[in-house]
């Protein structure tokens, strides 16, 4: 059994910001994104996936903003594109796909409560984490638990993570919390890059395990002395940074494996469908559960 776990919100901006959403009339400007995702997921389903979870930011604000000021905000947003939440989540619910709308917490938490609920499941060959956020990385667990991008099809286990970001999974938070992250709005701490962080982190894995002084580091990095400098002086914001950075697995996602099996679209898909302007979702959605249900009485 493969799990599916989807980032509702990162896939309606990705639809949002398509060229060709501009040029697409058959459906409505304010609900164009997310046809565009519904009919993504309508097509994993064709595609072969029996369990599927979206998780989505209801709100953006979560508990982080409390925590840091400059945490992101829904501030700036295409109205045009905010304005299609709540939709997104009502018309995946119509496919019949479970959806988590989150409102303290955030979609990445979401995810990463799904897909420790998953991988714990004895039944579960794997759980894939359809989106390229980086903050997913620190979920991915060997080959059991992985990273797709949907868009370019890479497929990142932890091999991959540590290939790419020089650490493992395990310490992404740590290496988010000395880098930082822009599109969360914390700026991670001065001087500090993706390499100079990689390669301290692939030795000592968590801020806590970094000595004091540069000179017991045993990395070769220039301008370790100035680096220990700014992480002693700054070791108490680095710590709030990765708490910023660690994603919840205790997110409210009330589910289990079971409930992640698709079984066919509600009754009111039908209302959508019409509404996104395409009315053969409909009946491409009701084609599917009836060839499953067949196979299952086979």
Same mark, same amino acid.
């Given at each position: 059994?493969?799990?599916?776990?989807?980032?509702?919100?990162?896939?309606?901006?990705?639809?949002?910001?398509?060229?060709?959403?501009?040029?697409?009339?058959?459906?409505?400007?304010?609900?164009?994104?997310?046809?565009?995702?519904?009919?993504?997921?309508?097509?994993?389903?064709?595609?072969? @996936?029996?369990?599927?979870?979206?998780?989505?930011?209801?709100?953006?604000?979560?508990?982080?903003?409390?925590?840091?000021?400059?945490?992101?905000?829904?501030?700036?947003?295409?109205?045009?594109?905010?304005?299609?939440?709540?939709?997104?989540?009502?018309?995946?619910?119509?496919?019949?796909?479970?959806?988590?709308?989150?409102?303290?917490?955030?979609?990445?938490?979401?995810?990463?409560? @799904?897909?420790?609920?998953?991988?714990?499941?004895?039944?579960?060959?794997?759980?894939?984490?359809?989106?390229?956020?980086?903050?997913?990385?620190?979920?991915?667990?060997?080959?059991?638990?992985?990273?797709?991008?949907?868009?370019?099809?890479?497929?990142?286990?932890?091999?991959?993570? %540590?290939?790419?970001?020089?650490?493992?999974?395990?310490?992404?938070?740590?290496?988010?919390?000395?880098?930082?992250?822009?599109?969360?709005?914390?700026?991670?701490?001065?001087?500090?890059?993706? %390499?100079?962080?990689?390669?301290?982190?692939?030795?000592?894995?968590?801020?806590?395990?970094?000595?004091?002084?540069?000179?017991?580091? @045993?990395?070769?990095?220039?301008?370790?002395?100035?680096?220990?400098?700014?992480?002693?002086?700054? %070791?108490?914001?680095?710590?709030?940074?990765?708490?910023?950075?660690?994603?919840?697995?205790?997110?409210?996602?009330?589910?289990?494996?079971?409930?992640?099996?698709?079984?066919?679209?509600?009754?009111?898909?039908?209302?959508?469908?019409?509404?996104?302007?395409?009315?053969?979702?409909?009946?491409?959605?009701?084609?599917?559960?009836?060839? %499953?249900?067949? @196979?299952?009485?086979?």
């Amino acid at each position: 059994m493969l799990v599916h776990l989807i980032d509702g919100t990162f896939e309606l901006f990705r639809y949002f910001m398509s060229p060709s959403a501009a040029f697409d009339r058959s459906a409505p400007a304010e609900l164009r994104a997310v046809r565009g995702v519904v009919a993504s997921v309508l097509g994993m389903l064709e595609g072969g @996936a029996t369990h599927v979870g979206v998780a989505t930011d209801h709100v953006i604000e979560s508990f982080r903003n409390a925590l840091w000021p400059g945490y992101k905000t829904g501030e700036g947003i295409d109205p045009l594109l905010y304005g299609q939440f709540q939709p997104l989540e009502e018309a995946l619910s119509a496919l019949g796909v479970v959806v988590w709308p989150m409102v303290e917490f955030e979609a990445d938490d979401a995810m990463a409560a @799904a897909a420790a609920m998953a991988s714990a499941d004895p039944r579960v060959e794997q759980v894939i984490l359809c989106t390229p956020d980086k903050d997913l990385t620190q979920c991915v667990r060997g080959d059991r638990v992985v990273q797709l991008d949907r868009r370019t099809r890479e497929l990142r286990n932890e091999s991959g993570v %540590r290939a790419k970001f020089g650490v493992s999974p395990t310490s992404i938070p740590d290496w988010l919390a000395l880098v930082g992250d822009t599109a969360d709005g914390y700026p991670g701490l001065p001087g500090w890059g993706a %390499r100079s962080a990689a390669t301290v982190l692939a030795r000592y894995p968590h801020l806590e395990d970094i000595p004091a002084r540069a000179a017991e580091w @045993a990395v070769a990095l220039r301008g370790a002395a100035r680096l220990a400098e700014t992480l002693a002086g700054q %070791r108490k914001l680095a710590l709030l940074f990765r708490v910023l950075a660690v994603l919840r697995t205790d997110a409210p996602i009330d589910a289990d494996v079971n409930a992640l099996r698709w079984r066919g679209p509600r009754d009111d898909f039908a209302t959508w469908s019409e509404r996104l302007g395409t009315p053969p979702l409909r009946a491409r959605a009701e084609k599917l559960a009836a060839a %499953r249900a067949a @196979a299952a009485r086979a």
